[in-house]
């Protein structure tokens, strides 16, 4: 199985450059990943090749033209779902990389200058932000989308089941801290209960420290899962956040 790619862009190489050098590379190599690249400009028909004009209804900045990307659509190398990149898109998740990753492909329109005429945008399957922030392009966007789908993609990442365990494809919790050696680094020890041998500590103190982590750093996923459960809170308190659990949102503790 080929993970099929169409990119369309008026920096053909920035897309390929990053591809050589990445780990994509070597998925391509080994044809998991096939990445079209298709260069907006040879889609103009006007000896300047523009492929930006002025708003209508004035406003600042230029607009990609539709024309030139409406023609680059119906290049048999477009595959559906077709995607424009833009900040007014729905926020891309690990969710959205897990469902592109199962597809037999999709193309991504990158945009440059202020925006889209909205007929590009109707023309599109969908539309997808990487987040809330404005690039000066999509290119950034689609080498993030399609390094996040390409490494889900059975055969690119070496280890299947770090994939699974890594933050938000399982339950919407950030991963839990990780230690190699040395033991003691500038006074800094690896914590006690991982040397211990003990799995069943090990694990209940990873979850627990999953919590943490995402009580402190990414509060809003933890109400978005409806808060945490009363054996979630005694786990916390045996592992003494006692300060923590205090300071939380009483609403996130209603689960
Ligand atoms: N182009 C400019 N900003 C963007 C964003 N946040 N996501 C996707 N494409 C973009």
């Known amino acids: 199985m080929t993970l099929r790619v169409t990119v369309v862009t008026i920096f053909p190489q920035l897309i390929e450059q990053y591809l050589d050098a990445s780990v994509l ?92 005429d909205a007929r590009i945008e109707d023309a599109c399957d969908r539309l997808i932000s990487i987040g809330d922030f404005v ?37 919407q919790l950030l991963e839990y801290p990780q230690y190699t050696r040395p033991r003691v680094l500038d006074g800094h020890e690896v914590p006690e209960v991982l040397l ?20 402190q750093r990414r509060p809003d996923l933890i109400d978005a899962r409806g808060g945490i459960s009363p054996q979630e809170v005694e786990l916390l308190h045996r592992y003494g956040y006692d300060e923590l659990l205090q300071t939380m949102n009483k609403e996130r503790l209603e689960r």
């Open 135 to 171: 690039l000066a392009g999509g290119e950034l966007a689609a080498l993030m989308i399609i390094e996040a789908t390409a490494r889900l993609f059975t055969g690119v990442l070496g280890n299947e089941e770090s994939a699974r365990e890594e933050s938000f494809a399982l339950d």
């Open 25 to 116: 590379g070597r998925a391509t190599q080994r044809s998991l990943l096939e990445v079209t690249v298709l260069d907006l400009r040879s889609y103009t028909d006007d000896p300047r090749r523009s492929i930006d004009d002025a708003p209508y209804g004035g406003g600042p900045g230029m607009l990609m033209m539709p024309e030139p990307v409406l023609r680059a659509l119906a290049d048999p190398r477009v595959v559906r779902p077709t995607i424009g990149l833009s900040p007014a898109g729905a926020t891309f998740r690990q969710a959205d990389a897990l469902e592109l990753s199962q597809a037999d492909g999709f193309t991504l329109i990158c945009g440059r200058y202020e925006g889209f």
């Open 196 to 215: 211990s041998g003990n799995h069943e500590e090990v694990n209940r103190w990873r979850y627990a420290q999953r919590l943490v982590r995402t009580l």
